[in-house]
Nanobody
Framework: QVQLVESGGGLVQPGGSLRLSCAAS????????MYWYRQAPGKQRDLVGT???????TYAMSVKGRFTISRDNAKNTVFLQMNSLKPEDTAVYYC?????????WGQGTQVTVSS
């Protein structure tokens, strides 16, 4: 049974930083593509970025240069480091993966950027 558990969200002022974590069980994160998504109120869920099994990362244009995805294999955890946060980054952030043709999502963690 695959489980993904996000943490690290919270309230931060514009220009601030947060690091989100996605702790996985039931799979080895270094063997799969891991995705970060976000969903703002009233909007669709959008892809933020990915990290491949080969450690290659991709990012949405809206976060490129500000967000960084990384992985700690020993902790079986994926991270989303978010810097220079803007109010428009306010959303619920989710991690996701696909294993054996099945899609798995975490429960999400709320990020609010506001002064």
């Amino acid at each position: 049974q695959v489980q993904l558990v996000e943490s690290g969200g919270g309230l931060v002022q514009p220009g601030g930083s947060l690091r989100l974590s996605c702790a996985a069980s039931g799979l080895i994160v270094s063997s799969y593509v891991m995705y970060w998504y976000r969903q703002a109120p009233g909007k669709q869920r959008d892809l933020v970025g990915t990290i491949s099994s080969g450690n290659m990362t991709t990012y949405a244009m809206s976060v490129k240069g500000r967000f960084t995805i990384s992985r700690d294999n020993a902790k079986n955890t994926v991270f989303l480091q978010m810097n220079s946060l803007k109010p428009e980054d306010t959303a619920v952030y989710y991690c996701r993966t696909i294993k054996s043709g099945c899609l798995y999502w975490g429960q999400g963690t709320q990020v609010t950027v506001s002064s």
